[in-house]
């Protein structure tokens, strides 16, 4: 069976670190050599309940110091319309991890990239640049992401926050092509940039109108998988979000992608009924499930 460790706390890195610590013997048997690469979610760099916490960061990091000594690099493309990358990282205090913990801070946005075909609204086949770094399946890839609402997709969880860090930032705007076709092409992106480890912070998530405008919600946990499909199907699981509803979700489970059935997830830590806690959706959620 698939493991998800679900993990209750009130300090942010050190439930994160907990978090890993029972899902570790996936983590080691998962590796791989080439670089580690952790990629936060900065759809604001301004709106620190919209992003990825430091604290976060350093969870993972303290986990993985323990027995990796090899070059960790901490990437993201925000947009230049909210700032870009560099000002998230000097706004959500990132550069303290250079001296902490001997990382690499890297703007996706600098390339290289590669040009990967998507379909528009009308079905029709166009491109948009991705991180060659990110291609790279020789890297390890971790995926930390936060417990939040969307607009367009219900929920953004570990799989689109490592898809919508890939892209260029100028071409994420051609990603949005509607209910139906978004959804697929954030399934048919993922599986290029699919995430080995998935860690995902709800110990503040985001509820309402998500993922930049919402309002906090204490949930309390920390999540974490080598599986990100099992890994967001938990996360639904504590939002009170039906996951058959989650359009990207299920077009991943039907290219085999990872678990969605959670008769097959092996839960670790807390037990699900004990973590749920039920998030108000966006105001078009509605509109939102028309995807199908």
């Known amino acids: 069976m698939v493991k998800v460790s679900l993990v209750k ?56 110091r323990e027995f990796h000594d090899k070059e960790i690099i901490i990437a993201e493309a925000a947009s230049p319309f909210t700032g870009g ?7 959500f205090g990132y ?9 690499e801070l890297v703007d996706l946005n600098e390339g290289p990239f590669e040009k990967v075909p998507i379909l528009d609204g009308k079905g029709n086949t166009i491109h948009v640049r991705v991180s060659k770094l990110l291609l790279d399946r020789d890297n390890y890839l ?98 009170g979000v039906d996951f058959s509803k989650v359009g990207y979700l299920w077009y991943c489970s039907e290219k085999g992608l990872g678990e969605l059935d959670l008769s097959r997830i092996d839960i670790r830590g807390q037990r699900l009924k004990d973590c749920i806690r039920p998030f108000k959706l966006h105001s078009t959620v509605e509109q939102q499930y028309k995807w199908k």
């Open 9 to 64: 706390g009130r300090k942010r890195k050190d439930t994160v670190k907990t978090s890993l610590d029972l899902i570790s013997g996936d983590i080691r048997k998962g590796l791989k050599p080439g670089k580690l690469i952790i990629k936060p979610n900065f759809v604001s760099t301004s709106v620190q309940l919209a992003s990825s916490h430091v604290d976060q960061i350093r969870g993972i990091l303290d986990y993985f």
């Open 85 to 91: 990358t560099p000002e998230g990282f000097e706004n």
């Open 95 to 103: 550069h303290q991890l250079i001296e902490e913990y001997d990382v």
């Open 142 to 239: 971790v995926s930390a992401a936060r417990l939040k609402t969307h607009d367009t997709v219900v929920v953004t969880l570990s799989i689109k926050n490592m898809v919508m860090g890939s892209i260029y930032a100028r071409d994420k705007v051609m990603v949005h092509q509607g209910y139906k076709y978004t959804n697929l092409d954030l399934a048919e992106l993922a599986g290029r940039v699919w995430p080995d480890l998935s860690v995902i912070d709800g110990l503040v998530g985001m509820e309402g109108n998500g993922p930049e405008y919402g309002t906090a919600i204490d949930a309390g946990i920390a999540i974490s998988s080598t599986d990100p499909l099992a890994a967001d199907r938990v996360a639904c699981e504590v939002m």
